[in-house]
């Protein structure tokens, strides 16, 4: 079988036809290309907020633990002043001890439910002190009556 012989304007058609095929094709192509390039960049942008936020958080973390080791050295510094002043209040319970009650410190009667009062009084004889215990405010109401000591 032989070919008919093509036609110029067949052949112009054809063309035709392959270079809108071909510019179909190349349109695709870019497309995909600019896609592909788009989510890079999305990618590169969205690992760039990642980084800078796990630099953020580390920064923090650091933060932090200066914060607690801050914490622990004034937690220390205070628990080694509150160990000073008890073996202070020690070693002087222990003297005080020593030396017998013979002498009164600065809270003689601190713990007592009373104060007393020394008010001067006139009688027969002249002006007279007179001594009078009045109950401390707030312990009055809780000081134990006589019949109290003996149930127990």
């Avoid at 960049?41 to 923090?60: G, K, N, R, Y």
């Avoid at 020690?90 to 009062?117: C, H, K, M, W």
Wanted: aromatic share 4%.
């Amino acid at each position: 079988m032989l070919k008919e012989p093509v036609t110029a304007a067949e052949l112009a058609a054809k063309r035709a036809q392959q270079e809108q095929v071909r510019a179909h094709l190349q349109a695709q192509v870019e497309a995909r290309q600019a896609k592909q390039q788009s989510k890079k960049q999305q990618d590169t942008h969205f690992a760039a907020v990642q980084q800078a936020q796990a630099e953020s958080w580390q920064a923090e973390e650091v933060q932090q633990r200066g914060r607690v080791e801050q914490q622990k050295a004034s937690y220390r510094q205070e628990l080694a002043k509150q160990v000073a002043d008890l073996e202070a209040r020690r070693l002087e319970d222990r003297a005080f001890r020593q030396r017998g009650i013979t002498s009164t410190t600065r809270s003689a009667g601190d713990d007592l439910p009373y104060n007393v009062v020394e008010t001067p009084v006139l009688s027969p004889l002249g002006v007279r002190i007179q001594s009078v215990a009045v109950p401390k405010e707030g312990l009055a109401a809780n000081r134990r009556k006589r019949s109290q000591y003996f149930i127990q």
